[in-house]
């Protein structure tokens, strides 16, 4: 027969001190209360030094003391960071010698380009998918169809392509292309295609052999820069769920395989949502070895133009 259970004694319970107990918050990393009439500068000082604000603060600093030394600062994009407004804030970064490598998946030339050709983009699959017109935009299709066509030609890859073809037909908001932004500064700008995953794929003027050489180029050249990450750089994947992040991580292992110490640099995705290949992919697996990753939630169209005006006040500051 077993023995009777009986509840256990609290009387016996040792207690510890709440002065001698390790804690994880403080006073002196709470927030602070806004002023009315504050500048930027006053607003990031208020923000508590706890969770996400500390991480945040932390991806400040990588991203400002990056670009001191002289290590990259490579955004990888997907597409919806465009869709949502942000050109023009990655433009500022990239013409202030902040970020000096854009990497995008195959629907970020696609955006970059029809606003910078007609000043709109992203149309309403839902509206045109029944008719079979969804996809069927006649000058996107062409024109970037043939300008990676004639781009490997001359030895570009699928960015430097795009940016060329634009600059070329200086559409009325080349001012708005990243493409083009990147070729003018001279900075690498790659694309990461999936065959079949964008509209241009579907057109009759599509060269599967010029899109899988361009982009197999760009990921060379991505690697490259990739492989100068070490001892301090940052890599952003800003709004890529998957195919960034595998394309990052492959460049990892081909950087560190050819032998270069890709190790004690910085890694962060920023989306509102945290996937798995961009957690284990980003965050987690290429800093194992020596470095750090953070991951910072929030929507692109408000969290990235905060990291961007946090990063210009701290950059600033040393000029």
């Known amino acids: 027969m077993e023995k009777p259970w009986e509840p256990i004694d609290l009387d016996k319970i040792k207690t510890t001190p709440l002065r001698d107990r390790p804690s994880k918050v403080s006073v002196t990393a709470l927030a602070r209360v806004w002023q009315k009439g504050g500048v930027l500068r006053d607003f990031l000082a208020t923000l508590p030094d706890i969770l996400g604000a500390r991480d945040f603060r932390a991806v400040v600093a990588a991203m400002v003391t990056a670009r001191r030394a002289g290590k990259p600062v490579i955004l990888g994009l997907g597409a919806h960071v465009i869709k949502v407004g942000l050109s023009p804030v990655v433009i500022d970064l990239m013409e202030r010698g902040i970020v000096s490598a854009i990497a995008m998946n195959g629907a970020g030339p696609i955006h ?5 050709y007609a000043g709109f983009t992203s149309e309403e699959v839902e509206a045109v998918l029944g008719t079979g017109e ?39 908001y080349l001012h708005l292309s990243l493409c083009a932004a990147a070729v003018r500064l001279h900075l690498p700008v790659t694309v990461h295609v999936a065959v079949g995953t964008d509209v241009i794929h579907m057109h009759p003027s599509c060269d599967g052999a010029a899109i899988g050489e361009a982009s197999h180029l760009d990921f060379r050249l991505l690697t490259a820069v990739v492989a100068e990450l070490g001892g301090g750089g940052v890599y952003l994947n800003v709004g890529s769920a998957v195919l960034l ?26 989306d509102f949502l945290q996937h798995y290949r961009p957690t284990q992919n980003v965050v987690r697996r290429p800093v194992a070895g020596g470095g750090q990753g953070y991951a910072l939630i929030g929507h692109h169209e408000i969290l990235f133009p905060l990291l961007a005006a946090a990063v210009i006040e701290q950059w600033e500051e040393g000029e």
């Open 112 to 116: 970059d380009f029809e606003l910078a």
């Open 134 to 172: 969804f996809g069927m935009t006649e000058e996107t299709g062409r024109i970037l169809n043939d300008a990676v066509r004639e781009g490997i030609a001359k030895g570009w890859g699928f960015g430097q392509a795009v940016g060329e073809k634009l600059r070329v037909l200086s559409p009325p």
């Open 245 to 270: 992040p595998e394309v990052f991580m492959k460049a990892i292992a081909v950087a560190r395989n050819v032998g270069h110490a890709v190790t004690d640099f910085t890694t962060v995705n920023m």
